[in-house]
């Protein structure tokens, strides 16, 4: 019945299915918050990012940002730079120096306004065994000691690979999730609807779900965040490591790089035959994790001894 | 698939019988025939790369231009100042009028907090820091280097250490990866008299959300 109707209609209608559909939702929707949240409706109606002209950009982070400012109690300062000409960003990380101290998790916590509670961490260090090598299976995160190293070990910092062929974009119901030209795979809070799928495609846990409305003390917020990174996120939705894309865009390196002790982190552009992650590529063992899926990360750990 | 393939190709050069060879076993008509589809398909590709010229392209695979490099690396390179303690520098403040005891011994104030270990049972004090100069370090050849340049007096061992370090893989660089940069001096890290890494206290590990609330007493 439904089905017929439609499709009779639809040739002569001269408002489109699609179009009547998405003005009633409106309306529905407008009526069901009480027709008065202007703001609301205009999150309702955001295009995709990709869709957006710089207008409507700029008016969908005024509105952010006026959003933000009321939840928080401070202005957050939200920024859309897009990628830099002629860069690749890459990543590589030294296994023969890195100690598991964990400086990396807290700085990417604090810079990237990561929830306090429920507790997100986009890096997890994993403490191995020499004896075993780089076997996953046997892999703890959860170690705490005295002090690090622990005899015997050795430890492998994971976080999103930003991959080539990234499974979690491949799997995307509403493409909330892409790649950038310079490499890095981000996520459209506004756009997540939280289907979790990204999180089962991607080998590596790199994904992590907003379970309740994320906590942050407000005297802890970083102010100085980017729409495609570490702007404040919402229950409901995915999160993960983007490169601190509010940072590398502007030049710097990321907040992991500048806080690790032994100097185990490596960041910067692919294409440049001089920056230190080239050496360290051209020069040492490299490997990457779990090669054999072809997701191509451009996250490479490497051994300096 | 490809291994197969590319046997088959092997054996057939082998026996000489590549497509090339055989025109010439053909009769007249086939011959004419053969170079006609030869000559169409040569134009056919010549021409496709005007008409299409992104063929084969992909959005990944476009030329890339290399970026204006830093040629000038090292000048965008700075260091912080040496990691002094309070009130030890100038050396000479003390120095400056007292003579020299090159004898290998149990120190006394100010320097009886140095515990000596780097390869103790070969070096001591003054094969690195200067007797007469006291503000200054030296090389194995006498050279006088300064403590902003004391990486220059580690590499004289650590060769392999210092040229990685140099390329920013040893240590770490701060600051901007696509410009300035700070550069941590090898002493920041390593106490030059006990170079060994210090163990750390590691922070808190993370929440486990799937430990059952029982299971935690």
């Known amino acids: 019945m439904e089905q017929n109707h439609s499709q009779t209609d ?7 299915r699609r179009h009547f559909l998405k003005g009633a939702a409106g309306v529905i929707s407008a009526l069901a918050l009480g027709a008065c ?36 109690k401070t202005a957050i300062k939200v920024d859309a730079t897009g990628p830099m000409e002629h860069t690749l960003f890459g990543y590589a990380l030294d296994l023969s120096r890195c ?10 916590v604090k810079e990237n306004n990561l929830p306090r509670e429920p507790q997100i961490h986009w890096i997890r260090v994993l403490e191995l065994d020499k004896e075993k090598g780089v076997d996953l299976a046997h892999a703890n995160s959860y170690y705490d000691a005295e002090t690090v190293p622990r005899e015997g070990h050795f430890y492998m910092p994971v976080a999103c690979q930003h991959c080539k062929h990234p499974p979690c974009v491949k799997s995307c119901p509403v493409s909330a999730t892409w790649k950038e030209p310079d490499g890095i795979v981000v996520i459209d809070s506004n756009w997540c609807i939280g289907c979790r799928c990204c999180m089962a495609a991607c080998p590596y846990g790199a994904r992590h779900f907003n379970w309740a409305d994320p906590q942050i003390p407000p005297n802890e917020i970083n102010t100085n965040t980017h729409y495609l990174g570490n702007r404040p996120r919402y229950k409901g939705i995915v999160e993960k490591c983007s ?7 502007q030049g710097l390196y990321p907040a992991c790089v500048e806080i690790c ?16 992650i080239r050496y360290a590529m051209e020069t040492k ?5 779990k090669e054999e899926l072809n997701t191509q990360p451009s996250f490479f750990y490497f051994y300096s001894l | 698939m490809r291994l197969s393939f590319s046997r088959e190709l092997l054996i057939s050069i082998a026996n000489k019988e590549s497509a090339c060879c055989r025109i010439f076993s053909m009769n007249r008509q086939d011959q004419v025939i053969t170079l006609i589809v030869i000559l169409l398909v040569i134009t056919f590709t010549c021409l496709s790369f005007f008409l299409f010229p992104n063929i084969g392209n992909t959005a990944e695979e476009k030329t890339i231009i290399l970026p204006k490099l830093h040629k ?36 006394d104030e100010p320097h009886d907090n140095i515990v000596f270990e780097h390869d103790a049972q070969h070096r001591w004090c003054l094969d690195c820091h200067n007797a007469t100069d006291r503000d200054k370090l030296h090389l194995a050849n006498g050279t006088l280097v300064d403590f902003k340049e004391s990486y220059i007096l580690c590499g ?26 700070t550069y941590l001096l090898c002493v920041h890290c390593h106490n030059p008299h006990s170079p060994r890494f210090k163990p750390l206290q590691p922070l808190p590990p993370p929440v486990h959300l799937n430990k059952p609330k029982i299971l935690s007493h």
């Open chain 1, 10 to 16: 639809s040739g002569q209608c001269p408002v489109s």
């Open chain 1, 37 to 72: 949240d202007a703001k609301k409706l205009e999150e309702l109606m955001q295009k995709h990012f990709h869709e957006m002209s710089k207008e409507e950009l700029a008016r969908a982070i005024a509105r952010l940002e006026s959003e933000y400012a009321e939840k928080y």
């Open chain 1, 99 to 108: 100690i598991g101290c964990r400086r990396c998790v807290y700085a990417c």
């Open chain 1, 243 to 249: 490169y601190c894309i509010q940072r590398t865009r």
């Open chain 1, 261 to 276: 002790p032994v100097g185990a982190r490596k960041f910067g552009n692919l294409l440049d035959p001089e920056s230190e």
């Open chain 1, 285 to 289: 063992r490299v490997f990457i994790l």
């Open chain 2, 72 to 107: 000038a690396a090292e000048e965008n390179i700075a260091v912080p100042p040496p990691p002094f303690s309070e009130d030890i520098f100038p050396c000479s403040d003390c120095h400056g009028g007292r003579a020299t005891n090159p004898q290998r011994r149990k120190l």
């Open chain 2, 156 to 181: 004289q061992c650590h060769g392999d250490k210092l040229r990685d370090w140099k390329v920013g893989v040893h240590g770490k660089r701060m600051g901007s990866w696509n410009g300035k940069k």
